[in-house]
């Protein structure tokens, strides 16, 4: 059962005998229903207010089109193993894609000739060459990790590991993924050394700009969750967590204490913040929020249509912002009114291009 501020959901799914998902029912009953081809592809999708996407297929499977409730046409062509070589948005708009002999992505024109181009070594990424020509390079060590990043202007950030020949970080560790850095160069004079315990995890971060070094300390507790943290001050925060593994307690340095509260459906319905101000959040079936009441009683309303969009925003002052769209779920217009206001104060119309 749902709480006072979140009401009873139930969503409820069908599927047919090979296991694709034919239809979903949201709480506030819309149904959503799916058929397939036979390779288990998705051939249209209807809302509940009848509106069809629908989507075809090449002979090997690749998705060819997609056909939104407007008859707005996308189309994707692909090269003889597969590799998508086109799209063509639904206003005749062209991004074509370029593969080197690996298929490796080498080339991106995009629909007014920006040009973007990928340089491979060995199978990895070495240079990106943007529409300017500007150029990010990356270099490998002989483990093939990534060793150096250089931009455009020439500022280099170096990352050295556990295993770099060499490194300057001794103590770094790199716990049970030892392919994560434990140290970053950056152009600045300044360095950022980790190191990590034997899960993998963030145990002791320590930022070295010139002679001065800060250490942020982490601990964590059975279930991974971050429990404690330690700044370069040695002030210490803890965090609490319910059986959830939700986050229900932060405590700050100076024992300032800010608490979480949830429903049934993991949804946060409180907050209490250091000084006990709380803000309550209210939710509807579909776990959308619909109201946001802050410590002095102000409330933010939301209200959404059947589609889940959100289409009006009412705030404590009675000020609201109104949300239009057409039948493909995009957004195509914005009004701002005033408390008493019957008419916009503000409209904004957007041009959808594709």
Request: with cysteine; aromatic share 10%.
């Amino acid at each position: 059962m749902g709480d006072a501020a979140t009401p009873e959901s139930v969503t409820t799914m069908e599927y047919d005998d090979n296991g694709n998902l034919i239809s979903v029912t949201d709480p506030e009953g819309n149904k959503t229903t799916y058929t397939y081809n036979v390779m288990g592809q998705v051939l249209t999708k209807t809302d509940h207010r009848g509106k069809v996407w629908t989507y075809n297929y090449d002979d090997i499977g690749n998705l060819k089109s997609v056909t939104d409730p407007l008859n707005n046409v996308t189309r994707y062509e692909y090269n003889k193993v597969g590799n998508k070589i086109k799209d063509t948005d639904p206003s005749g708009k062209v991004t074509q894609y370029e593969y080197d002999y690996n298929r490796n992505l080498k080339k991106i024109t995009d629909a007014y000739g920006n040009i973007t181009q990928f340089v491979y070594t060995d199978g990895k990424p070495t240079k990106r060459i943007d529409p300017e020509g500007k150029e990010l390079k990356q270099e490998y060590d002989n483990d093939g990790n990534l060793w150096k990043t250089i931009d455009g202007n020439g500022n280099t950030i170096t990352y050295e590991y556990q295993n770099t020949p060499g490194t300057s970080c001794q103590t770094c560790s790199g716990g049970a993924g030892s392919d994560a850095p434990t140290r970053m160069i950056y152009p600045t004079n300044f360095a950022k050394e980790i190191q990590y315990d034997k899960r993998g995890r963030k145990e002791i971060e320590k930022d070295i700009s010139g002679t001065d070094q800060y250490l942020t300390k982490f601990g964590y507790d059975f279930s991974g969750n971050l429990i404690l943290q330690t700044d370069k001050e040695n002030h210490t925060t803890k965090y609490d967590y319910d059986e959830l593994g939700r986050k229900i307690r932060v405590t700050d340095a100076i024992n300032g204490v800010t608490e979480y509260t949830y429903d049934d459906r993991n949804n946060l319905i409180a907050l209490k913040d250091t000084n006990g101000n709380l803000t309550h959040f209210e939710y509807d079936r579909n776990n959308r929020l619909k109201k946001e009441i802050r410590p002095m009683g102000q409330a933010t309303a939301y209200d959404y249509d059947s589609a889940g969009s959100l289409i009006r925003k009412t705030d404590a002052k009675a000020q609201k912002t109104e949300y239009d769209y057409n039948d493909a779920g995009r957004i195509t217009g914005i009004r701002y009114y005033g408390a008493s206001d019957n008419a916009p104060q503000k409209t904004v119309n957007f041009r959808l291009l594709s």
